[in-house]
Structure formats: structure tokens, C-alpha cells
């Protein structure tokens, strides 16, 4: 454990009680630069469209108007104080009982400590474990996919919308969880859920998330873990290996493109790239319910957990299980692993990707990527078009990450 963590996890006490983990010692937020407030895959706001900005500066001016307040409250062993100056979560109830009368809250449903997903016809107020149970019961799936946003509702852009109707071209019948802190239950509804897609948006109850794995002691340290300079991305990293142990099933990063059906894989990770030495990347994860592996990178999570760190908990961290799981070279570890070549899930490295959001120049470039295109569907099953290298770029419309983007679209006149 890195020195000076030892003070934080002692922090643990009872759990937050009810709709506790919606209170904060937040300042007002800094939509510009709070990491809460980011895409999990980037570390800054790129270059946005003269649309987008139109939306982010619409969005800022309902933070600026209407801040975040609350009390906040902190326990330390038994002793517990509470101040007024810190912020709260906006809810759906929060604000019809405030009076607000803004449409972006009256209009949607909000995580309340009481209601903890949403989908059409499952009771309201389930606890998080019933609300996933139900969810996949009733959902019919035929295949589990779970994916984590945590950046603002305008953040979500066309091309991460695309990723998620590649997967449903492919999966009709796909149970899709997407886990936030920070859209709508019902940010899907218009879009998918009302065109009988079975994605369903979930704020995670950490404390039933957790339990029963090695990293349930940070579903009490959350107050401390969030105001961590990468809390965004390394939250994002445990809770898809929560996700796939307490389920199982396939997490997908928001900015894979799905090129064909992926149902058939079972506790597989993919290389980076194809360079001797390269480390694993968990943008792409698919394991069965109580993973041997899943389990020891969540015991790694927790015994070396870095908070300064960004990759340590999350790509290097995939890169030492492995080594150290496959050192012996016994059966069942060959069982509960495969490791796929980097062609099968990130076919384009990220050293290569933004030369792919141009269209070619000349004749021979086009024939070119023509091959490489055909290569691509024949032999990968997802692209990842990098987005914390490539937010700032718009493909251009006869580029290759334009064809693959666009390939497998199903609201395919919203343009990128």
C-alpha cells in the first residue's frame, strides 16, 4: 500500500446509510476542469463543434444558475459533524420540492438514494442488487455488456452513441448497463429504450457492488477516493471489474466500435499492440461470472492502489495479474485466460489513429485503406478510435474511422 493510504482506508466506519452518498464536500463545481466532469478515457476538453458548444454553454449556464446545495456530512469512527456548506446532487425530487421548474429535471429521472436504475415496467424504488437482478430477468439477454460514463449529458457525443449502436446492431437482445454518477436514468429512453433496446442506466450502490470482493472498503472511503486527482478513471476501472465478477459478462469502453457479433467471448483481455512487451488494455473485457482472474486484479486494485497514478490501476495493473496468473502455465489459468492478439480488439494503435480521421489523399492511399478496411471486418471484432487522443478531431467524411463508425449505425442520419 502506498505510504500515507493507511489513514485513508481507516476511514472506512459504517457505510453511507440511504441516499447518504449523494451528499458531498464539493466545492461548486468547476465544469472546466473537476475531473467528475471529464470523459473517463480524456484528460482535458478538446476542441469541441460549434454545436457542442452551443450545448456545453447551455448546460454550464444551468450549473451557474442553479448550483449544487446541500449539507454535508462526514464520519470519522463515531464522531460525525455536518456543515452547510457543501453540495448535494440534484434529483428529480430534490428540485420539485424546491420549486424548480426547469424541463431538463422535470422531464427526467435522477438516482435518489431510494431509485437506483431505470427501465419501463421495473418497479421504481428496487434496490440496486433487485434493480440489476430484475433488469437481467426480465431483459431476456443474450448477452450481458456493461459500460461506465461519468463525464456531463453533452460530453456524450454521436460518436459514443455510434459505439453503443454497434453493439445493438450486432446484439438485438443485448442487457446493457451503462453505470454513472453524472446522466439521466433515463438518458437512453428516446434514443434506444423506446425502440425496445435493453439498455438501462445505473447509478452503482457501491456498498452492494463491492461486497463480497477484495475492494469493498472503497465503497466507504468514497467521500476521500473521489476528491483524488483521477477519480474518474480509476473509478471507471473498479467498477467494470466489480461489474464483471458479480455478473459476468463483457465491459466495453464508450469509444469501441463493435464490427461483429462478440457473444462467443469468454474470459478474454486483448494487447495493446502487437510490440513484444505490450501491456494489456481493459477498453475490452469479457469473463464469466466469478472470474479467477477478474478476482485477483481486484485483489491487486486493493493491495497497490495508487491514487497518483494514471494507468496503474487500470492498464499496467491488467499488464502484472497477467504475468504473475499465467507464470505457472497450468491448465485452469489457460482456462480463466486468454489473452487476444492487439488485431482482435484494437486493430489500429493509438500511435496510428489520427491519421485515420482523414480521408486519403491520393488514389493509391484510398486503395490502401480499402484493404486495411476489409482486413479490419474480416479479422477484428471491435475498433477503438482512441478518444482521449481524438476528441478534438471530426473524421472527415470519407475517412476510415468515418466508414467504421458509421458501419453498423442505426440512428445513421445524425451525422458525426
Known amino acids: 500500500m502506498r505510504e500515507g493510504w493507511g489513514d485513508w482506508f481507516d476511514k472506512k466506519g459504517e457505510f453511507l446509510k440511504k441516499n447518504k452518498m449523494f451528499k458531498s464536500d464539493w466545492p461548486v463545481l468547476d465544469q472546466m476542469n473537476n475531473m467528475i466532469l471529464l470523459d473517463p478515457a480524456s484528460f482535458g476538453v478538446g476542441k469541441l463543434?460549434?454545436?457542442?458548444?452551443?450545448?456545453?454553454?447551455?448546460?454550464?449556464?444551468?450549473?451557474?444558475?442553479?448550483?449544487?446545495?446541500?449539507e454535508k456530512t462526514l464520519e470519522r469512527g463515531s464522531?460525525?459533524?455536518?456543515?452547510?456548506?457543501?453540495?448535494?446532487?440534484?434529483?428529480?425530487?430534490?428540485?420539485?420540492?424546491?420549486?424548480?421548474?426547469?424541463?431538463?429535471?422535470?422531464?427526467?429521472?435522477?438516482?435518489?438514494?431510494?431509485?437506483?436504475?431505470?427501465?419501463?415496467?421495473?418497479?421504481?424504488?428496487?434496490?440496486?442488487?433487485?434493480?440489476?437482478?430484475?433488469?437481467?430477468?426480465?431483459?431476456?439477454?443474450?448477452?450481458?455488456?456493461?459500460?461506465?460514463?461519468?463525464?456531463?449529458?453533452?460530453?456524450?457525443?454521436?460518436?459514443?452513441?455510434r459505439g453503443l449502436e454497434s453493439l445493438l446492431f450486432h446484439h438485438r437482445d443485448a442487457c446493457v448497463v451503462v453505470f454513472s454518477e453524472t446522466i439521466?436514468?433515463?438518458?437512453?429512453?428516446?434514443?434506444?429504450?423506446?425502440?425496445?433496446?435493453?439498455?438501462?442506466?445505473?447509478?452503482?450502490?457501491?456498498?452492494?457492488?463491492?461486497?463480497?470482493?477484495?475492494?469493498?472498503?472503497?465503497?466507504?472511503?468514497?467521500?476521500?477516493?473521489?476528491?483524488?486527482?483521477?477519480?474518474?478513471?480509476?473509478?471507471?476501472?473498479?467498477?467494470?471489474?466489480?461489474?464483471?465478477?458479480?455478473?459476468?459478462?463483457?465491459?466495453?469502453?464508450?469509444?469501441?466500435i463493435v464490427l461483429k457479433p462478440i457473444s462467443s467471448l469468454n474470459n478474454s483481455v486483448g494487447m495493446e499492440n502487437n510490440v513484444a512487451g505490450s501491456a494489456l488494455n481493459g477498453a475490452v473485457m469479457a469473463f464469466r461470472r466469478h472470474s479467477l482472474f477478474i478476482k485477483e486484479c481486484l485483489k491487486e486494485f486493493y493491495m497497490t492502489y495508487d491514487d497518483t497514478s494514471l494507468r496503474w490501476n487500470g492498464a499496467d495493473l491488467l499488464t502484472r495479474v497477467v504475468k504473475?496468473?499465467?507464470?505457472?502455465?497450468?491448465?485452469?489459468?489457460?482456462?480463466?485466460?486468454?489473452?487476444?492478439?492487439?488485431?482482435?480488439?484494437?486493430?489500429?494503435?493509438?500511435?496510428?489513429?489520427?491519421?485515420?480521421?482523414?480521408?486519403p489523399e491520393t488514389e493509391t492511399e484510398k486503395a490502401q485503406q480499402d484493404i486495411l478496411f476489409e482486413k479490419l471486418l474480416r479479422k477484428s471484432l471491435t475498433f477503438h478510435f482512441w478518444n482521449s487522443l481524438t476528441s478534438t478531431l471530426i473524421p472527415e467524411p470519407e475517412s476510415l474511422v468515418t466508414r467504421l463508425i458509421n458501419r453498423s449505425c442505426i440512428q445513421c442520419s445524425e451525422l458525426l
Open 79 to 161: 464522531e460525525s459533524r455536518s456543515e452547510n456548506k457543501g453540495t448535494e446532487r440534484r434529483t428529480l425530487n430534490d428540485n420539485a420540492r424546491n420549486g424548480a421548474r426547469g424541463p431538463e429535471f422535470l422531464n427526467h429521472l435522477y438516482a435518489d438514494g431510494k431509485r437506483w436504475g431505470y427501465y419501463p415496467g421495473l418497479p421504481p424504488h428496487l434496490a440496486f442488487t433487485q434493480f440489476m437482478d430484475a433488469f437481467f430477468r426480465m431483459g431476456k439477454c443474450d448477452t450481458r455488456v456493461f459500460m461506465v460514463w461519468n463525464s456531463p449529458p453533452w460530453m456524450y457525443g454521436v460518436r459514443h452513441q
Open 49 to 70: 463543434t460549434e454545436d457542442d458548444q452551443i450545448v456545453r454553454n447551455w448546460w454550464m449556464s444551468e450549473f451557474n444558475r442553479t448550483p449544487f446545495l446541500g
Open 324 to 359: 504473475i496468473f499465467l507464470r505457472d502455465k497450468n491448465e485452469n489459468a489457460k482456462l480463466e485466460l486468454k489473452v487476444e492478439p492487439a488485431e482482435t480488439f484494437f486493430p489500429i494503435s493509438s500511435q496510428n489513429i489520427t491519421r485515420y480521421f482523414m480521408e
Open 184 to 256: 439521466e436514468l433515463d438518458f437512453f429512453k428516446d434514443k434506444f429504450v423506446n425502440d425496445g433496446y435493453k439498455v438501462a442506466v445505473v447509478m452503482p450502490n457501491l456498498d452492494e457492488l463491492l461486497k463480497d470482493t477484495p475492494t469493498h472498503i472503497f465503497s466507504s472511503v468514497w467521500f476521500e477516493w473521489r476528491k483524488t486527482k483521477f477519480y474518474s478513471t480509476h473509478y471507471s476501472e473498479l467498477i467494470r471489474l466489480a461489474a464483471l465478477y458479480k455478473y459476468g459478462g463483457i465491459y466495453l469502453d464508450s469509444d469501441i
